[in-house]
């Protein structure tokens, strides 16, 4: 089972638009982020994102430029503020390769609860990390540039 942590695409800040969308370059990222993915070839079973627009718009960009039938979700518990060890135990539980789209510093505290890891994890917008579950746990597999 593999996990895919991915931190949303650039937004427009608050004072422009309270719903904080996607900039242009934030569009252009996660394009980008997406061929990134297709050519590693991931097997992906599934995109979850936390239902803030921005989040909504990574996710729905990836699941278009990733082939447009991967299931897309909206899923509770990753907001910002949200308690990352909800999502641990559910991921130590699951099956799926699953995609969670989201945001600082909730993704990089998921990602490392999930290697048990103090170290900071960094995220850029646009950007992913990936962890592999193998017997003794998840361990960190690949990181997207």
């Known amino acids: 089972m593999k996990i895919y942590l991915v931190r949303h695409g650039q937004a427009v800040g608050p004072e422009i ?3 904080r969308p996607l900039t242009k370059q934030g569009i252009a990222e996660v394009v980008a982020l997406a061929k990134q993915i297709k050519r590693k070839s991931f ?5 979850c994102h936390s239902g803030v627009l921005r989040a909504k718009q990574t996710a729905e960009i990836l ?5 447009g039938n991967l299931p897309l979700s909206q ?10 060890k909800i999502w ?9 390769n699953t995609m969670l789209v989201g945001h600082m510093p909730y993704m990089a505290l998921l990602g490392e609860l999930l290697i048990e ?3 900071s994890l960094g995220f850029s917008t646009a950007s992913m990390i990936s962890f592999v579950y193998e ?11």
């Open 43 to 47: 097997g992906i079973d599934e995109i």
């Open 117 to 119: 890891n103090e170290s």
């Open 135 to 145: 017997e003794d746990g998840f361990k960190l597999d690949w990181k997207s540039q």
């Open 75 to 84: 899923v509770d518990d990753l907001l910002p503020g949200s308690e990352p």
């Open 88 to 96: 641990a135990e559910k991921l130590e539980q699951g099956n799926k």
């Open 17 to 19: 638009d309270p719903e």
């Open 63 to 67: 699941q278009k430029e990733l082939g």
